[in-house]
């Protein structure tokens, strides 16, 4: 069922690209400072679009959720909500990295220089590390996104948006990826705190979970009908 | 194609003479998208089952023939009812989960071989007989209406074949019709592999003598041939299955060329589309037929993705579709073969071997009786065992092909490359997942292939011509969205 999810979700991100693209190709016939305009406009209204539809499938999500279990009549939900939030973020984190970086990979297969006209030497290595860094983040964003909408905490939802925007908006700088992929990763590690906690996790949890000690707090996530 | 799911012990129960059910519904939780109609294409989903508790039957009398009339009817019926939406529910996502295996293993082996070996996507000049019209014209108008009259051939040859298959099963050719699968599916595992064989040689610069050759052949062909006709191991059937369906694929994607190919996609969908929810057609007449001789029908070439033994179906070869490529390469370059049909134009072979394919794919709405009909095991075939709780999953294999034509197409030809496949397989396994969805909830009979198909084209065309432009600037300069 996870799976399932996980795939209708992973084609909902398609959407807001192409959205976005759709956008683009109308407003297509400008000069090249032009274009970079453009591009950035491009990608900001991405990141909001792809928000949007985030939030979309947070509620498609719930009511198909609550719909399976009024017809399954069981106990417990099928899936829980952080399961979805997970299964949303990955997949969210998995189309984004595979259309950012497949055609890449396929290119570094094949014969060339990297960098022959002067760009940066590192374009492969920092595509990889920051097509990580984009893949965890939409992983973490999808988890604190789902708990944000289920408690209400609409200050928790515009924050995840920012920091999106923000992480966008750093992979302008691109070709000095100091300035771009530091603060990712900062944010990475911070998003990632952040999820872990509003997934119900905790420093004992985590302790308890590492030595393998307490079976019945990893089954804690399945909420009673 | 058609997919199936079953559930034997329900079937069973729910034979019971029945005529409140309507036609549509089957105590049966089968799921069947069958492909194509008559014209060989297409699946077409086979929805009523799935919640069908209410037994098997139209209600008709003929409905019962065979099956042992199950006690309490209308109790069992309801209850089973209940149970089978539930666990339909429960179970249609891990179904749903066993068929994206094998089709997405069926899309990596054309991708990949699409990929290195570059066979497939040379235009030798050659084509099918059936597409005679070239596609490297002057203008863009001329190429358009060649593509057109390209595919308009196929699709009628389609039809023909179809209602020559029903035909052939009116007037009780039984043995033409094995035997033509017999004979196609022996020259898909012989045959068409070693071309693959040569070619993938070839790419990666391999010496190989020809008695090391044919003995590769002849034991994967053999060994193809006892599983898929005969029995064998599932997972080796399995990997069998997916092998000859890339095979053909293979063959669709090299020998039609671009706008033929995509047109006869899009017609092909919409065909079964039409012939599965509209109530007139070839196949129809052939369910009926065989609903009036109380015989099974001959289950066609499917894919199944048993949890437990058992079962019928998938010893039948091939789908229409297999056999068509065929056809198109006897007829075209080579003599035909030794006919086992003796009266047909070009090599008999085909048409009656289509015929049998369309007779074998069976109804596009599975009703009970075609049902009962192909879960009944004929004496011919060696005894199943059923579990009390048997379920599987059956898929047809003329989906698999189409599917993996779309993804293949897509990647050989488009020139966003990488994306465009992810998007285009993306696209087909939310079409599988929403059709095999849609069947729950309509119990009716659906096609399958539309909805993937569609969804393919859509993605393919839209990501080509929107997404590929805005990704290379992004990609150019590093941004990331």
Not at chain 2, 48 to 75: H, I, K, L, M, V
Not at chain 2, 328 to 349: C, K, N, R, T, W
Not at chain 2, 357 to 380: K, V, Y
Not at chain 2, 427 to 453: E, N
Request: proline share 5%.
């Amino acid at each position: 069922l996870t799976l399932c999810w996980f795939f209708y979700l992973a084609i909902g991100h398609h959407i807001p690209i192409y959205t976005q693209c759709l956008i683009l190709v109308i407003s297509n016939k400008e000069s090249a400072a032009q274009q970079k305009g453009l591009l950035i406009f491009g990608v900001v209204l991405s990141v909001l679009l792809q928000e949007t539809f985030r939030f979309a499938y947070y509620k498609l999500l719930k009511k198909a959720n609550e719909g399976l279990l009024t017809l399954s009549q069981e106990e417990t939900m099928p899936i829980s909500i952080r399961q979805l939030a997970y299964v949303s973020g990955l997949g969210f984190g998995f189309m984004s990295g595979a259309f950012s970086v497949v055609n890449i990979l396929a290119d570094s297969a094949g014969p060339g220089t990297v960098g022959i006209h002067g760009d940066s030497q590192h374009y492969f290595l920092s595509s990889a590390f920051m097509t990580m860094a984009i893949i965890l983040l939409h992983m973490f964003w999808g988890v604190v996104f789902f708990d944000a909408c289920e408690k209400q905490r609409w200050w928790a939802v515009g924050a995840v948006v920012i920091s999106h925007l923000l992480v966008s908006c750093l992979t302008f700088q691109n070709p000095e990826y100091v300035a771009s992929l530091v603060p990712t990763y900062v944010i990475l590690f911070l998003m990632g705190v952040w999820a872990f906690y509003s997934a119900g996790g905790s420093l004992k949890n985590l302790k308890l979970c590492l030595t393998c000690k307490d079976k019945d707090l990893l089954l804690a996530n399945h909420r009673p009908r | 194609m058609a997919v199936f799911l079953h559930h034997q012990n329900q079937q069973e129960a729910n034979r019971s003479p029945d005529s409140t059910q309507k036609p549509q519904e089957t105590g049966v939780p089968r799921v069947r998208s069958r492909g194509g109609s008559a014209a060989g294409a297409g699946a077409g989903t086979g929805g009523g089952g799935d919640s069908g508790g209410g037994g098997g039957g139209n209600g008709t009398s003929p409905e019962q023939n065979g099956q042992p009339p199950a006690a309490p009817a209308p109790r069992v019926v309801e209850r089973e009812e209940e149970e089978d939406e539930e666990l339909t529910l429960k179970y249609g996502a891990k179904h749903v989960i066993m068929l994206f295996v094998p089709v997405t293993l069926c899309m990596v082996v054309v991708v990949a071989t699409i990929k290195s070996v570059s066979f497939y996507t040379q235009n030798d000049g050659q084509r099918l007989i059936y597409t005679p019209f070239p596609e490297d014209t002057d203008t863009v108008g001329q190429r358009a209406l060649n593509s057109i009259l390209n595919a308009t051939i196929m699709i009628t040859v389609i039809i023909v074949m179809t209602l020559v298959l029903v035909m052939l099963y009116k007037y009780r050719c039984y043995k033409v019709i094995q035997g033509w699968l017999f004979l196609s599916s022996l020259l898909l595992l012989f045959f068409f592999s070693y071309i693959y064989l040569k070619e993938v040689f070839k790419t990666y610069n391999l010496a190989m003598d020809y008695v090391t050759l044919a003995i590769i052949i002849w034991n994967f062909g053999v060994v193809g041939m006892m599983c898929i006709h005969w029995k064998g191991p599932l997972r080796l059937q399995q990997a069998y299955l997916i092998m000859i369906s890339a095979l053909m694929a293979l063959v669709f994607i090299k020998y039609l060329p671009e706008w033929t190919a995509w047109l006869i996609l899009a017609v092909i969908s919409v065909y079964d589309l039409l012939a599965v929810l509209c109530p007139k057609g070839p196949l129809r007449i052939l369910v009926e037929t065989a609903q009036e001789r109380n015989e099974p029908i001959f289950p066609a070439l499917i894919y199944s993705c048993k949890m437990d033994n058992i079962l019928v179906m998938s010893h039948s070869p091939t789908r229409r579709l297999l056999f068509k490529p065929n056809w198109y390469l006897f007829s075209a370059p080579l003599a035909s073969p030794v006919p086992s049909s003796p009266s047909q134009d070009d090599g008999g072979f085909t048409q009656s071997w289509v015929s049998q394919q369309e007779h074998r794919l069976g109804p596009l709405q599975s009703t009970d009786e075609t049902r009962r009909e192909i879960q009944q095991m004929p004496s011919a075939r060696p005894p199943v065992e059923e579990d009390d709780e048997e379920r599987g999953v059956k898929l047809g294999l003329g989906d698999f092909i189409f599917y993996s034509m779309l993804v293949g197409k897509a990647s050989a030809t488009a020139s966003g490359d990488w994306n465009t496949t992810l998007a285009c397989f993306v696209a087909i396994l939310i079409g599988l997942c929403l059709t095999l969805l849609l069947l729950a909830i309509f119990k009716k009979a659906l096609p399958a292939l539309p909805i993937s198909i569609f969804f393919g084209l859509v993605f393919y065309f839209a990501t080509d011509n929107l997404v590929r432009p805005f990704m290379d600037k992004l990609a150019l300069h590093q941004f990331y969205i």
